[in-house]
């Protein structure tokens, strides 16, 4: 992966990287007439302006960036560089950040990254950027912006021990499933199922178009609901009592769900295992702190959410 890009031919700043080249260029910009503000870079950008600001727990004044409605840059008296970005994680952000810094901001896996020194170490390191709190960067001898509260990326790794501990549950249910594709399948590659199935299962009335069903199909998403995922288990669930075969009827069509039409056993043993990977997920994921100064994705996030 390439850190900044390379191709753009138009910037929107040139770099600032101290409280007094802030101050300076803060200095040097001339309001728009008859108001203000004042364009950071190019006159018909009001969307990206520089001011000064009277600071309320700090001696002096900071100079802020400010884009659209978010102060993205603080520069303070004493040498700290606040960087805010207030939970947008564009592209148009990173670049902005990366002209006004010098360092390299990069959107990676939905994240905002930066590439630069951290305290301890002169070896630039990729270290995500906290959306929701503030960032603090110094300039150090070396004349590059330097991370100073810097949290290493974490990422989820799969406990297979785990995984096959809490996978044994829900053997029962498994071969259950695996015995009704088979013998639904005329091919033994696809099988199908009707709507009146859902209808009478479900004791639905609507005998017209396709009954809507709890989605498990998608988990840790934001559209899932967790409420029919936890009664989705409920229902697949061996609790030595015996469980009623209706209830494992049932589980099987909420596992088809909308995919009636040649449906596959590979792609319902994989919702099945998402399930109770996502409903388990407190058990089977361990969280693992990245220091190789690499950018990191977690593939497994969307079992967190």
């Not at 013998?183 to 709507?195: A, I």
Request: contains cysteine; positive net charge.
């Amino acid at each position: 992966m390439s850190w900044g890009n390379n191709n753009r031919t138009d910037v929107y700043s040139t770099k600032i990287k101290t409280y007094e080249e802030a101050l300076a260029h803060e200095a040097s910009v001339k309001p728009i007439r008859g108001k203000t503000i004042k364009p950071l870079h190019r006159r018909r950008d009001t969307h990206l302006t520089i001011r000064k600001r009277t600071g309320f727990n700090f001696e002096g004044e900071e100079v802020v960036i400010k884009m659209y409605e978010t102060d993205i840059v603080k520069y303070r008296p004493n040498g700290d560089i606040y960087v805010n970005i207030d939970g947008w994680v564009s592209m148009t952000t990173c670049q902005v950040l990366t002209d006004v810094l010098g360092a390299d901001f990069h959107k990676y896996n939905n994240r905002m990254w930066v590439r630069c020194d951290i305290p301890e170490s002169y070896t630039p390191h990729a270290l995500p950027i906290d959306a929701h709190a503030p960032n603090i960067f110094r300039v150090n001898m070396s004349n590059t912006l330097e991370f100073q509260n810097y949290k290493y990326p974490v990422v989820h790794t799969l406990s297979r021990q785990a995984a096959n501990i809490v996978r044994k549950q829900y053997k029962s249910f498994r071969q259950y499933l695996t015995n009704n594709f088979k013998l639904r399948s005329d091919n033994g590659v696809t099988c199908t199922f009707e709507v009146n199935e859902f209808v009478h299962a479900f004791e639905i009335d609507d005998v017209y178009g396709m009954p809507r069903l709890p989605n498990v199909q998608v988990v840790g998403n934001k559209w899932t609901s967790k409420k029919a995922i936890t009664h989705y288990m409920a229902l697949i669930t061996n609790d030595g009592l015996g469980h009623k075969t209706e209830d494992f009827y049932k589980a099987v069509l909420t596992t088809v769900g909308g995919n009636r039409h040649a449906v596959t056993l590979k792609q319902l043993l994989k919702i099945l295992d998402d399930c109770i990977l996502y409903h388990h997920r407190d058990t089977v994921f361990v969280k693992k702190q990245v220091t190789t100064g690499a950018w990191a994705k977690d593939n497994y996030l969307r079992f967190i959410g």
